[in-house]
């Protein structure tokens, strides 16, 4: 079955448009069956945080293990960096909303498929209509592949704003390079940057 014949895709897009709050599309999307491998291997659905009137909109590749079991979004290793670095530019986590491309782990941490991604897309797309921030910060390949589609290299469209959607959009890389490669590492002097940016741009936004 082809993506664009996966009857899924179309079932979640029509859920999540019908959802008329961000409380509401919660409620339906952590009953989501659509993925069976992720729904056997999960322990709970991740759907996200969002905060009112929050401004900033981060998205990142799937829950890993620790969100799987807690529920929520970036509470691990590469969490705690993020929140290390919001504090230090002045954007507190909780006046951020935060989700994933997928809402379900994937087994062992495994990169998320295309048609995972095509499917979940969904509840994502009306995540950002019903929040409408006016920046969305992808973090790491697979939500930069979320936003622009494929054939964009991360480091060709990292460090400036994109219009995207009514509203900016701000590439950059995961958290979870950024301990990869290690405090000296391009990543997490890119991430950094970015983050920079992303704060210093919001007063230009409004």
């Not at 409380?23 to 291997?41: I, Q, S």
């Not at 950002?128 to 480091?155: F, I, K, N, Y």
């Amino acid at each position: 079955m082809t993506r664009s014949a996966d009857p899924a895709v179309e079932h979640i897009r029509r859920t999540a448009v019908d959802c008329a709050s961000l409380d509401v599309l919660r409620d339906r999307c952590v009953h989501c069956v659509a993925c069976p491998e992720l729904v056997a291997e999960r322990h709970t659905v991740v759907p996200g945080e969002f905060p009112a009137a929050a401004r900033v909109l981060l998205v990142g590749e799937a829950p890993g293990a620790q969100e799987d079991m807690s529920g929520r979004p970036f509470v691990g290793k590469g969490g705690q960096l993020l929140n290390r670095l919001l504090d230090e530019v002045g954007l507190p986590r909780e006046s951020i909303a935060v989700a994933n491309t997928l809402k379900c782990r994937p087994p062992a941490n495994r990169t998320p498929t295309r048609a995972e991604m095509h499917r979940c897309r969904g509840w994502l797309d009306r995540q950002v209509e019903l929040a409408d921030p006016r920046l969305v910060v992808t973090l790491g390949g697979t939500a930069l592949s979320w936003a622009l589609g494929t054939g964009h290299r991360l480091g060709d469209v990292r460090g400036r704003l994109h219009a995207w959607r009514a509203r900016s959009l701000l590439p950059t890389y995961h958290p979870s390079a950024a301990l990869r490669f290690g405090p000296n590492g391009a990543p997490m002097a890119a991430l950094a940057e970015d983050l920079r940016l992303a704060a210093a741009s919001l007063a230009d936004l409004a």
